[in-house]
């Protein structure tokens, strides 16, 4: 098959959308091609968008806002999505995947039902003072000052690298559940004063996962990476350890998911971009896992955020950013397809110029149209941007009385 470079430009072919609506392929009497020399090497590693299939939760509430059901989502998308020739699909299109395969995830949801008779002190204590953690056995939380924990977790990580070809493992904290974090004393040393102070008075949570007594994270990357010295393990900066460390700096062979950056939110972006910045002098490695493409999702409401995304794109792949794990496109493709087609085009090169790419899409997709096209979106990504600068996060309206 002919390089995407070759067909997209040489020949100006584009794929905008899944199915044969989504194909741009210029009729031509002649092809002339000028002598090609073309080296890139992507700067991510690991590009991915995922490609929600099916119907769920994440779909729904957007789809009955709308006036529509389950029957008549299927019913409207299966033909869209349709091809008659072979493309690969979208995503193979704009080159994402990778070689990187990061591991990632909530990696402790074993632990209650195999160690809470022969090991009840490695879990968490709670409020009541004991450590059962049946109310959320799949999310169990951890006494992450215990010893004897971290070899056991250091051990099943060796073993799981052991016995695949996977060169990475996931040490991230289950998250969600209806449990707490543990409140013995020993773990709350590892809380320094300084930490952030949470919205419900709490000290965040960081410092205790990068080092606890020993460094954790950092304890059990040094004991796998003595095995395995090519592996890379892989943790979060997520809920009560969102925030950057205040005190360690973590093992090279960590990579840390980022799930931050909102664009319904001015103010809370700006705290993910500082947050960005801090965790890069405490890790090496980012690997940014954020929501954005679900935005809006629940209202079924247009959002157009690309000049921010490319901004952000841009200055987190010069600053720490090896790869990506975006959740999720969910195949809404009238109301987020420019979003989705700039975020894969940025995973590519994070260095295009934003303007151009809405350009492009346009007059590819709209012909004739394309002019009165790119002002729509670029009069709904100045709602968009207009309800970040509230701060409120309200996303279900697109109009007010002056509109």
């Given at each position: 098959m002919p390089s995407r470079r070759f067909l997209e430009d040489s020949l100006g072919c584009r794929f905008l959308w899944p199915g044969e609506l989504g194909k741009v392929v210029p009729k031509r009497a002649t092809i002339e091609i000028e002598p090609i020399n073309h080296q890139f090497t992507p700067v991510l590693r690991q590009r991915r968008i995922r490609m929600a299939s099916g119907y769920g939760d994440r779909k729904d509430k957007g789809v009955i806002r709308l006036g529509f059901n389950e029957a008549d989502y299927h019913r409207i998308q299966k033909p869209a999505m349709e091809t008659k020739s072979q493309d690969g699909g979208w995503a193979g299109w704009h080159r994402l995947g990778g070689t990187l395969r990061l591991a990632s995830g909530h990696s402790f949801g074993y632990m209650w039902e195999k160690h809470k008779d022969t090991h009840p002190e490695w879990f968490a204590v709670q409020p009541d003072g004991t450590r059962d953690q049946s109310r959320s056995p799949d999310r169990s939380r951890l006494c992450v000052s215990n010893i004897e924990l971290i070899e056991e977790i250091?051990?099943?990580r060796i073993e799981q690298l052991s016995k695949s070809d996977n060169k990475s493992v996931s040490i991230g904290?289950?998250?969600g559940g209806q449990t707490s974090f543990c409140l013995c004393d020993e773990c709350k040393?590892?809380?320094?004063?300084?930490?952030?102070?949470?919205?419900?008075?709490?000290l965040a949570l960081t410092d205790r996962y990068v080092y606890f007594f020993?460094?954790?994270?950092?304890?059990?990357a040094k004991r796998v990476v003595k095995v395995h010295p090519d592996a890379w393990l892989t943790a979060d900066a997520y809920s009560v350890y969102a925030a950057p460390p205040v005190q360690r700096t973590l093992h090279p062979r960590i990579a840390i998911r980022y799930v931050g950056i909102k664009y319904n939110n001015d103010e809370k972006r700006q705290?993910?971009?500082?947050d960005w910045d801090a965790w890069s002098k405490a890790v090496k490695n980012i690997y940014f896992r954020p929501n954005l493409l679900l935005s809006g999702r629940r209202q079924g409401t247009p959002?157009?955020?690309?000049?921010?995304?490319?901004k952000d794109m841009k200055y987190m792949a010069r600053n720490s950013l090896i790869g990506t794990d975006f959740d999720s496109c969910c195949h809404h493709w009238a109301t987020q397809g420019l979003n989705y087609y700039v975020c894969a085009k940025l995973h590519w090169n994070p260095e295009l110029d934003i303007d151009e790419l809405i350009d492009d899409y346009c007059?590819?997709?709209f012909g004739a149209g394309a002019d009165s096209v790119r002002k729509y979106f670029l009069r709904v990504e100045e709602?968009?941007?207009r309800n970040g600068r509230s701060a409120t996060g309200v996303l279900g309206t697109l109009h007010t009385q002056s509109d």
């Open positions: 250091a051990r099943g904290p289950n998250d040393k590892l809380d320094p004063p300084n930490s952030r102070k949470l919205e419900n008075g709490r020993p460094p954790s994270w950092n304890e059990i705290q993910d971009r500082d959002m157009v955020y690309v000049h921010k995304m490319a007059r590819s997709g709602i968009t941007n």
